[in-house]
C-alpha cells in the first residue's frame, strides 16, 4: 500500500522549483534551481530517515538500510533536471515514486533484506550538457569521470565547475556503488498506453538511438547582386536535408524516428548568404537492422544533396546507444505485480532513452511506465493522472519489495 | 587627377580596425570598433581642412568649403559598418574615395562653387541593428528619429543609447541638412562587371526588396517515443518552407533571388521536436511587377505548406523598398566621365540596397560600381583591384567637380 495524495503533493511541491507560465518546468541541470531541487529531495529522504551520499557526478544515493548489510541494494531513481521547455513529470515521477516507496515502507514497519537505494542521477536530459545520462553513463564505465566534468555547455561553463559551485561534487567514487537490480518508474512520454487506455507498461528495453551533428559549409555571399546559380547557400542545403532525414524516418516506416533539435546558421544576418549551418540529427528505431539502414541512409543522401550543391559536408557520430532488452527475471516481478493487482498493462519498448539504459549494461533493470496526456513529454503541457501516478507505485514497491526480500 | 597608392593606403589603414583572422573585417555599427573607424576618418577629414559635423543619429558630414556658401552642398559618402564576416570594401571604399578626392583637389588648389560634402551614413548594413539604412533613412524622412533611436540588436541594446556611448549621438538636426547632389562610389558586390571584364558600372537605379520574418508554430514533444505521424514539427515545415522560399526565385527566374539569413529554433534542444521556428526572408526583383509576384507565391506556397502539416505560420512584414531608379542628369555626369577618360564600362542596376537608394527620395543621385573579385561581397575574402579603386574614385572625382561647378 502506497499513498497516493502524499505522492501527488510531494510532486506538486517540487514543480514550485523552476516553474514556467505554462504549467512547466525550467530546471536545466546544475543550475541554481536544480541545486534548491537536490537540497528539497535530500531534506525529505533525510527525514524519512535515509542516509544520503553523493558521488563525484553529483549522483545522489539514500539509503534505507537493509537486514543484511552485505546484500548489494536494490535500487529505485531516475532524474530531477529538465528540458528548458520540459514538464512536471519526466524523471521526477520516478524520484519522488521512489520516495513514497520509502514513505509508505516506513509508515507499515516494513523491513527488507537487502537495503534499498534511491538514486537521482546527475544530467539526464543532455539539454544542458550533451549527451544525455551523464550522470549513470559514468557511473556504469560508459564514459570517464574526467571526460564528463569537462563537458561544456553552450555558453562554454564546464560540468565539473557547476557541480562544485552548486556544491554536488561528493566525495564517493563515482564507480564503486554497489547494485543489486535497478527499478525506474516513468512516464511514457509516449501515446501508446492513452490511446490503448491502458495504466501501466511493463517496460522489455529501450530502443536503439544514434545521435549525430552536421556542418554543411558553402560559401557567404551578399543577398542581393548574387544571382541565384551562382550560389552556394549552406543554408539551402541544409533545408533539403533536413527534409531528407525527416523522410527517412518516413520511408523505413515502422517505429523509425528522425528529429532534429538544434540548428545553428552562420554569420547569422538578414542579407547574407549562410555560408555554414550546423545542425542536430536524432534517429531512432527499436529493430538494429532498420537504425543500421537508417545510417546508411542518412550518410548517402546528405552526401549527395551537398554534392549536387556545391557544398561540403561534416557528419559526426556524437553518441549512440544499440536496441538494449532489460533483464527478465525483474521485468517478470513488474509483470506479476500488475496482474496481481488487476491493473490494465502491455508490454512495451521505451522510445527514450533513461538512465535505466545504461544501468542495464552493469545491473539487472527494468521499468514501469504510465501513461501521459496526449502523449505529450518535454513540453510544458506534459500531464499525467494522479491514479496513474499511484498505480506505478505500487508496482514499483511490489518490485522492490520482491527483489529486495 | 587621384592619388591611386594614397587612396589604397587608406583603405589599408581603415581595414587594420576590426580585421579579422580571415583577412575581412568585422566592425559592426556603432561598436568599440565603429567608434575607432569613425574617429580615424574623422581625423583624416579634420586634416584634409574639412569641418566636421554629427547628426542626432550618428551620420558625419566633412565639409569642404564652397566658394558660394549659399549653394547646397553636393555630396559623396557611404558607411563604414561592416557584416559580422564582413569584407574591407563595402561601403568603406565609397567613404574613402570620397576622402581621396577631396585630398587630391587640396593638392591641385581645385576650388568649386558648391561646397562638396562628405557623408558616413549611420548602420548601413542592417547586421546589428535592422533593417539597412537607418543613418539616410532618418536623414530622408523613411524613419523618424526616436523609432530609429529605439532599435535594439540582438542582445537588446538599444541604438540611441549605443550612439551616446560611443561619443556619436550629435548636434546637428538629423533632417536638416541640405543636399544638392549625391554621388555614391561602391564596389558591385556582385560578379557582372568581372564576367565582362568591365571597369565601371554606371548604376542606373537600384532594384526592390521585401523582406519579411516568419515564426512557425508547432508542437514541442519527445524526438523519441512521439511517433512521426503524431507529429508537428516546426522545423520539419520550415525547412520545405525555406525549399519554397528559394524555389520561388528559381521559378520566377530572371534577376529574381530569394535568401534566408538568420533561422532561430525553440527550444534548441537535441531531443525536443522543435515547436517554434523563427527565420528572416530577403526577397528581391528589378521588376516591380514580378516582385509582386513572388510576394504572391510566398504567402501562398507558406500557408499551404503551414496548413498541411497542422503548423501555425505567422508571416510579417519587415522592410520593403521598391526598384528606384536615379537622376538621370548626375547618371550623365557619371557616364561621360567614364566615356572622356576611355575606361570600360555598362549601365547596372544595384542588387543590394545602399544609402543612395534613400537619399534618392529627396535630392539627386547616381552611384559609381566597380567590379569586386569573383563577385563576392559580404565575405571575408571580398577583394578589388586597385587600379579598379582608382579609375572609380577618378570618376567620383570628375562627376563631383561637373556638379559643383
Ligand atoms: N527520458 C528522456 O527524456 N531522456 C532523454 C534521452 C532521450 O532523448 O531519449
Ligand atoms: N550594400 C549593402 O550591403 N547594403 C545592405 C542592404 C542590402 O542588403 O541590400
Redo the contacts with the bound molecule.
Keep these: 500500500r502506497i499513498d497516493g495524495d502524499r505522492l501527488w503533493r510531494t510532486l506538486m511541491d517540487l514543480a514550485t522549483i523552476g516553474a514556467t507560465p505554462k504549467g512547466g518546468l525550467c530546471r536545466l541541470a546544475l543550475t541554481d534551481l536544480d541545486k534548491e531541487g537536490r537540497d528539497l529531495f535530500v531534506r525529505w529522504c533525510e527525514e524519512a530517515g535515509c542516509t544520503v551520499t553523493v558521488d563525484e557526478v553529483g549522483n545522489i544515493f539514500a539509503r534505507r538500510p537493509g537486514r543484511n548489510p552485505d546484500r548489494p541494494a536494490v535500487c529505485m531513481g531516475s532524474h530531477l533536471d529538465t528540458?528548458p521547455t520540459g514538464g512536471r513529470f519526466?524523471?521526477i515521477y520516478g524520484v519522488l515514486a521512489g520516495l513514497e516507496v520509502i514513505r509508505s515502507f516506513n509508515d507499515q514497519g516494513i523491513e527488507t533484506d537487502a537495503p534499498i537505494d534511491l538514486i537521482v542521477w546527475t544530467n539526464?536530459?543532455?539539454a544542458r550538457f550533451s549527451p544525455?545520462?551523464l550522470g549513470s553513463g559514468v557511473a556504469m564505465g560508459v564514459f570517464t569521470l574526467d571526460h564528463v566534468l569537462d563537458i561544456r555547455d553552450t555558453d562554454g561553463v564546464r560540468l565539473g565547475d557547476e557541480l562544485a559551485r552548486i556544491g554536488y561534487k561528493g566525495e564517493v567514487p563515482v564507480t564503486g556503488h554497489a547494485m543489486g537490480a535497478y527499478f525506474e518508474a516513468?512516464i511514457e512520454?509516449g501515446p501508446v498506453l492513452e490511446a490503448e487506455d491502458v495504466e501501466i507498461g511493463v517496460v522489455t528495453g529501450a530502443q536503439g538511438?544514434r545521435w549525430y551533428e552536421a556542418t554543411v559549409t558553402g560559401r557567404e555571399s551578399h543577398a542581393g547582386p548574387t544571382p541565384m546559380r551562382l550560389r552556394r547557400d549552406a543554408l539551402a542545403g541544409a533545408a533539403v536535408m533536413m527534409e531528407a532525414v525527416e523522410a527517412i524516418a518516413l520511408e523505413v516506416g515502422g517505429d523509425a524516428c528522425s528529429t532534429i533539435g538544434r540548428v545553428q546558421v552562420h554569420p547569422d544576418s538578414r542579407n547574407v548568404i549562410p555560408g555554414r549551418v550546423w545542425f542536430t540529427i536524432?534517429l531512432r528505431n527499436p529493430d538494429p537492422d532498420a537504425l543500421a539502414r537508417m545510417d546508411a541512409l542518412l550518410r548517402e543522401r546528405l552526401a549527395a544533396i551537398a554534392d549536387k550543391r556545391g557544398l561540403t559536408l561534416e557528419l559526426t557520430d556524437f553518441w549512440a546507444f544499440p536496441t538494449t532488452p532489460f533483464a527478465p527475471e525483474l521485468v517478470g516481478h513488474v509483470r506479476r505485480s500488475v496482474e496481481r493487482r488487476g491493473l490494465s498493462h502491455r508490454d512495451i519498448v521505451s522510445?527514450?532513452?533513461?538512465d535505466a539504459v545504461y544501468v542495464a549494461r552493469k545491473v539487472p533493470t527494468a521499468m514501469i511506465f504510465i501513461p501521459c496526456e496526449n502523449g505529450l513529454?518535454?513540453n510544458e503541457a506534459e500531464n499525467i493522472k494522479p491514479e496513474h501516478a499511484a498505480s506505478g507505485c505500487a508496482v514499483l514497491a511490489d518490485a522492490v519489495l520482491a527483489t529486495a526480500g
Design positions: 528540458q519526466d524523471g539526464e536530459e543532455g544525455p545520462m516513468h512520454q538511438q536524432d522510445g527514450a532513452g533513461h513529454s518535454h
